[in-house]
């Protein structure tokens, strides 16, 4: 069983930048495409970005491209969200969540692919 950790989470300005990280406590960390969504009260959870598990791809939606980036640290077993240019609509819950692979495969913006999620982190942007 993959265990997924968020932090960083935390209220912002507009305009603000921040980092959320995932931890994961699966060993064989680069069998692990990661993603990242956020969700806000009443609706459906939004993928915002995944990496694949070498860190080679990714892809985002027009929502967030060019202000989030996903990267990762195999070696500690880390990927971070950095998130520019905030607004106030990017306030939410943000989960990372991940799936094995143990073939080649492609980047996706599924969510019923992703198999593992973490407990998610609260980003408040403020107007």
């Known amino acids: 069983q993959v265990q997924l950790v968020e932090s960083g989470g935390r209220s912002v300005p507009e305009g603000g930048s921040l980092r959320l990280s995932c931890v994961a406590s699966?060993?064989?960390?680069?069998?692990?495409?990661v993603g990242w969504f956020r969700q806000t009260p009443g609706k459906e959870r939004e993928f915002v970005g995944v990496?694949?598990?070498?860190?080679?791809?990714?892809i985002y939606p027009d929502s967030v491209k060019g202000r989030f980036t996903i990267s990762r640290d195999n070696a500690g077993n880390t990927v971070y969200l950095q998130m520019y240019s905030l607004k106030p609509e990017d306030t939410a819950v943000y989960y990372c969540?991940?799936?094995?692979?143990?073939?080649?495969?492609?980047?996706?913006?599924?969510?019923?692919?992703?198999?593992?999620w973490g407990q998610g982190a609260q980003v408040t942007v403020s107007s």
């Open positions: 990496i694949s598990d070498t860190g080679v791809s990714n």
């Open positions: 699966e060993r064989i960390f680069n069998n692990l495409f």
């Open positions: 969540a991940a799936f094995k692979v143990e073939v080649p495969a492609m980047c996706t913006m599924n969510i019923y692919t992703y198999d593992y």
